[in-house]
């Protein structure tokens, strides 16, 4: 009777001392193999602005939804490295601005690359729609080439110029050299935990001469459990990101405003400041190397300003005109952001 109860007592313990065995957690990759993900984004925000009517974002409340299904498959193995080639199957972002009786819609599908843009549900003014988009929606419809580590790191872009063409106002190569993945290099145990610094090259130096901003993510093993009968580590992650006033900055390929004769000079416009900070869960298969899982939000506040001149008004007389279509300087804070994150595997 004794070594019975003491065999029981033994076996029940077996699956708690199992899971204090240290595990790797490392991406897996097989030529050929093929995952597919769907990324669900929804977002609230509050918007100040003190833009006069018909100029900038007005003062209300924005919602944004995004879902999309992408897949990657394993084109090419080397020595640390698989070649992956990223497919978008399909997208559709909506954003919706409420302002009084003001309402704003943009929406954009992807693959057939539709764009809608409706001020109180009539098409908008073509200089009101997005510029510089097309390059983006040709892109998209193409298959990505991205190398990663096991760590989860970029380490190589193959079609760097193709990428670079797209989005000028990145600096891609700097970003790629600054990936430090998400997974940790050494196994681990239930409680251990890890920190991850991630630089963000920037474009163009700040204007305090700084050409990077951090973001310091923790990250720790909170338990090894099972999700859809899947054996899943469930990593939390957690982390806070802060940008001071980058006002003066500009993208590659935007030139300076510079003031006529005689004009003052202009003071600076941008990106004043910017506060976030992310948590949630990823939930990592460590049998078959992928993620299966991870519910992520993001909290913030923003503040920006921009030069912008006002609509014409044909009733105006010349020197009239001429007085109102000065550009003016428009302040706008995003308040309360918070994004909602979903990302699960469908394949």
């Known amino acids: 009777m004794r070594k019975a109860l003491a065999v029981l007592i033994a076996l029940a313990a077996l699956p708690v001392a199992l899971a204090q065995e240290p595990v790797l957690l490392q991406r897996k990759f097989t030529l050929g193999q093929e995952v597919a993900y769907r990324l669900t984004v929804t977002g609230l925000a509050a918007i100040e602005s003190d833009a006069p009517e018909g100029m900038g974002l007005p003062t209300g409340d924005a919602q944004l939804d995004l879902t999309a299904e992408f897949a990657q498959r394993v084109e090419a193995l080397g020595q640390g490295w698989a070649e992956l080639a990223v497919r978008l199957e399909q997208a559709s972002l909506d954003a919706n601005l409420a302002a009084g009786a003001f309402e704003a819609e943009f929406h954009i599908k992807l693959p ?149 004769e005689g004009e003052p000079q202009k003071e600076p416009a941008g990106l004043e400041s910017l506060n976030a900070e992310i948590g949630g869960n990823i939930y990592f298969d460590w049998h078959e190397g992928q993620v299966v899982r991870a519910d992520l939000t993001v909290k913030a506040d923003a503040r920006f300003s921009e030069w912008k001149k006002p609509p014409a008004q044909p009733d105006k007389q010349p020197q009239e005109t001429v007085e109102a279509a000065a550009p003016i300087l428009i302040h706008t804070a995003l308040k309360d952001i918070e994004l909602t994150i979903t990302l699960e595997r469908i394949k």
């Open 112 to 260: 057939e690359g539709d764009v809608q843009v409706l001020f109180n549900g009539q098409p908008a003014p073509q200089e009101e729609k997005p510029k510089d988009l097309e390059p983006l929606l040709a892109l998209a419809r193409l298959p990505i080439l991205v190398r990663t580590d096991p760590a989860g790191r970029i380490v190589g872009l193959p079609q760097l110029d193709l990428l670079t063409v797209a989005a000028p106002q990145l600096d891609l190569q700097a970003m790629q050299a600054a990936s430090t993945g998400f997974l940790p290099t050494r196994p681990v145990s239930v409680g251990d935990a890890w920190k991850q610094r991630q630089a963000l090259p920037l474009a163009l130096p700040a204007p305090d001469g700084t050409k990077q901003k951090e973001i310091v993510l923790d990250y720790a093993l909170k338990e090894l459990t099972k999700l859809e009968d899947r054996d899943v580590a469930r990593i939390g992650v957690t982390g806070k990101f802060a940008v001071g006033d980058m006002r003066g900055f500009r993208w590659p390929g935007k030139s300076e405003a510079k003031p006529k």
